[in-house]
């Protein structure tokens, strides 16, 4: 059974950073992609930041210069480094990983950021 794992979130105020793992029991070579996706309250679902195999990367407007999405091949894991959080950035973080065209979600895991 496909499984994303995710980890790392929490509470930090303003200005403060994080760090997000989702380790992943996909085969790196069934991979088409790997992002991160978020949902705040009463808003739809965004994506935040998307890595491909061949390491291009790509981010929503809104967190350029400040998150950075990397991937371990080695540990089947992708990571998702956030510095100087806002308060707009409070949602939860979803994992996502595209698999032979098919779209698969973790569980989520909630960032929150205190003004």
């Known amino acids: 059974q496909v499984q994303l794992v995710e980890s790392g979130g929490g509470l930090v105020q303003a200005g403060g950073s994080l760090a997000l793992s989702c380790a992943t029991s996909?085969?790196?070579?069934?991979?088409?992609?790997m992002g991160w996706y978020r949902q705040a309250p009463g808003k739809q679902r965004e994506l935040v930041a998307r890595?491909?195999?061949?390491?291009?990367?790509n981010y929503a407007d809104s967190v350029k210069g400040r998150f950075t999405i990397s991937r371990e091949y080695s540990k089947n894991t992708m990571y998702l480094r956030m510095n100087s959080l806002e308060p707009e950035d409070t949602a939860v973080y979803y994992c996502?990983?595209?698999?032979?065209?098919?779209?698969?979600w973790g569980q989520g895991t909630q960032v929150t950021v205190s003004s």
């Open positions: 996909v085969s790196s070579l069934s991979i088409n992609a």
């Open positions: 996502n990983v595209v698999r032979n065209g098919v779209s698969i």
């Open positions: 890595i491909t195999p061949d390491g291009s990367t």
